[in-house]
């Protein structure tokens, strides 16, 4: 069992920049692959990115790209998620989730491929 813990949400201009938390507890956290999504109300969770066990391969919604910078620490256990340029439209409780790395399609966008999810943090920008 592998229990996740986000912080670092909170209320932010539009330009900011924030950086999420997500910490581990349980298992070996090298042996998972990391990722984080977003969600709005009534609507689907969305991929935003993910890392692979090793950081050598980081993968990037369209809407995350050039902008949010996912990232780990192995020692500590903890995956981040740097964002900057905040838009409005970045608004949404933000999940951390993890998934053995040795699943199929790595990297995956499809949250029904992560195994492990945190209870979220939400942020929200205002314009």
């Known amino acids: 069992q592998v229990q996740l813990v986000e912080s670092g949400g909170g209320l932010v201009q539009a330009g900011g920049s924030l950086r999420l938390s997500c910490t581990t507890s349980?298992?070996?956290?090298?042996?998972?692959?990391m990722a984080w999504f977003r969600q709005t109300p009534g609507k689907e969770r969305d991929f935003v990115a993910a890392i692979v066990w090793s950081s050598s391969n980081t993968y990037y919604a369209d809407s995350a790209k050039g902008r949010f910078t996912i990232s780990r620490d192995n020692a500590k256990k903890t995956v981040y998620l740097q964002m900057n340029g905040l838009k409005p439209e970045d608004t949404a409780v933000y999940y951390c989730a993890a998934r053995l790395r040795w699943g199929p399609r790595i990297g995956s966008p499809y949250g029904d491929d992560y195994d492990y999810w945190g209870q979220g943090t939400q942020v929200t920008v205002s314009s």
């Open positions: 349980g298992r070996t956290f090298s042996n998972y692959d």
